[in-house]
């Protein structure tokens, strides 16, 4: 039997990591509702199972600058230090994508201030994908085309990647949980039934939750096909970039389906900015094809972007204990090119946990 796990708008996806009930089955297994989680919650509620929710003495946090010794024995040095990891793409002026670039041709600054490259790859890394396909009334003629460019994309993609599917449109459904199968994920697509309204804020800000809680990769992206405008969500807009944001979150791909008579109508110019706002947050990229024909193209063109990109790693000057949204900004420079464009996210917001610990030496 299909395992389909319904999550409300007002839900969150992580709720269901224990278990997928199938929305469509008459003895679908009970539900655990959260709300929304669309507020900063950087502190999470200790696990009851763990010996520290059961009461038992954890050992003290050492101040910054000590050097502490955990229950194996090791030391540590307790240090206020926070280390941020981008995905970055780069292109030239034609807006390919260049490849072969070393650390030194990379510059990264937090708010203005240079910080230093701890860590550098450029390699095809494994990578948890969540597809968000807008399930609403309007995408009923769109799912076929959308299907396709679904299935080859992830066709195009490492084999060692992983995908979960979620459809939304009033609610939020995950179709197929983590998997590598291209018939899993086929399977999953069949279950789609378009109807209702448009809750994209909450589907993404759920499915982030479920990314930053379940996946096994590191390196995390949405991908979202829609084609109208939010008009069911509980969460904003902004609550849903911060909560991403909160989250280290993932890179997300838009791919906005806004062709048509309507082009110009005032519902769809801005629900091109805003899929362009959710991209450029994230690091990203907003496509909006014109039509439907165009948009499994632009499914190789995504995967491509996710296989080639640099992954950075700096350790932030600015103490997370200090908070406070940080402004990134990246720069490569390369002899034999010109003015090369750099996209990766805009910035985040420190988690704010006790010092990190650092190996003592």
Known sequence: MHLRSKLAAVLVLSAFSAGFGSALAQNAPPRTPLPLN?????????????????????????????????????????????EVRLNVSVLDASGR???????DAFHVYEDGVPQTIIGFRHEDLPVSI?????????????????????????????????????????EAFIDQDFTSSIDKLQQGLGYIKSSGGTAAYDALVASADYLAKNAKNPKQVLIVVTDGEDNASSATLEQAIRRI??????????????????????????????LEQISE?????????????????????????????????????????????????????????????????????????????????
């Open 281 to 361: 947050q994230t690091g990203g990229v907003a496509y909006f094809p014109k039509s439907l024909k165009e948009v499994d193209g632009i499914a190789a063109e995504v995967a491509a972007d996710i296989r080639t990109q640099y992954t950075i790693a700096y350790r932030s000057t600015n103490p997370p204990s200090h908070g406070g949204y940080r402004q990134v900004h990246v720069e490569a420079k390369e002899k034999g090119f010109g003015k090369l464009d750099v996209r990766t996210r805009s910035g985040y917001y420190p988690r704010s946990t006790p010092a990190a610990a650092a190996p003592a030496q």
């Open 38 to 82: 669309v507020d900063r919650d950087p502190v999470p509620s200790p696990d009851p199972d763990t010996p520290a929710a059961a009461g038992a003495v954890t050992p003290p946090v050492a101040a910054e600058g000590q050097v502490s010794k955990d229950a194996k024995g090791r030391f540590t040095l307790q240090a206020d230090a926070y």
């Open 245 to 274: 944001q909160d989250l280290d979150g993932p890179v997300i791909y838009c791919i906005g389906l806004l062709f048509g008579e309507d082009t110009d109508r005032r519902e769809a110019r801005h629900a091109r900015s805003v």
């Open 130 to 170: 969540g597809l968000l396909i807008d399930s609403s009334g309007s995408m009923y003629d769109k799912r076929d085309a959308v299907d396709k460019a679904a299935l080859d994309l992830i066709r195009l993609s490492n084999p060692q990647d992983e995908e979960f599917l979620v459809d939304f449109s009033s």
């Open 97 to 103: 994508m260049v490849n072969g670039l070393d650390k």
